[in-house]
């Protein structure tokens, strides 16, 4: 009996500190990352919706004096709460194609509405986009080369 509990408390250590390892998130100097893998930053985030994206998959789409179009490859998240990460449900499966814009001249990232540029991301509502966004072109232009 008393090897029984041994075991059994045993293995209940050993599960416990096994799912306290595997986050699905993990802030890094102020970034969350998917896994805490830096090549995943979240890159957006509302009330019930946050998504991943994949800095491997980012390059320039377009270029010309004025702009220039980055494209990247990004999964939704299902969070649980407002807007935390604890909890949510990575949909890896849903990969889909993002884009946004930067204008040359000045360096600032707009959003992309219908293959135009769309409005200014700046504030510090749009703080977790602007760092990954930088971070987006950072990786486009290392992939470019």
């Known amino acids: 009996m008393r090897r029984f509990i041994c075991l059994l408390m045993l293995l209940l250590i050993m599960t416990s500190s096994t799912f306290a390892e595997q986050k699905d998130f993990v802030d890094i100097d102020g970034i969350t990352y998917y896994h805490g893998d830096p090549g995943f930053p979240v ?3 509302g009330n019930r919706v946050g998504a ?5 998959s980012a390059y320039i789409v377009e ?16 969070l649980r709460g407002q807007g935390g990460t604890e909890g949510a ?13 930067q204008k040359l001249k000045t360096g600032d990232f707009f959003f992309n509405r219908d293959g135009r540029a769309g409005n200014k991301v700046e504030g510090k509502a749009f703080s977790r986009e602007l ?7 950072d990786a486009a232009e290392a992939n470019m080369r």
């Open 43 to 45: 890159w957006s985030m």
């Open 52 to 56: 991943v994206a994949d800095l491997s």
């Open 63 to 78: 270029e010309d004096e004025k702009w220039r179009l980055i494209g990247f490859l990004s999964f939704p998240v299902v």
């Open 89 to 101: 449900i990575p949909l890896e499966e849903e990969w889909r194609e993002c884009w946004f814009w």
């Open 131 to 137: 760092t990954a966004y930088q971070m987006l072109l």
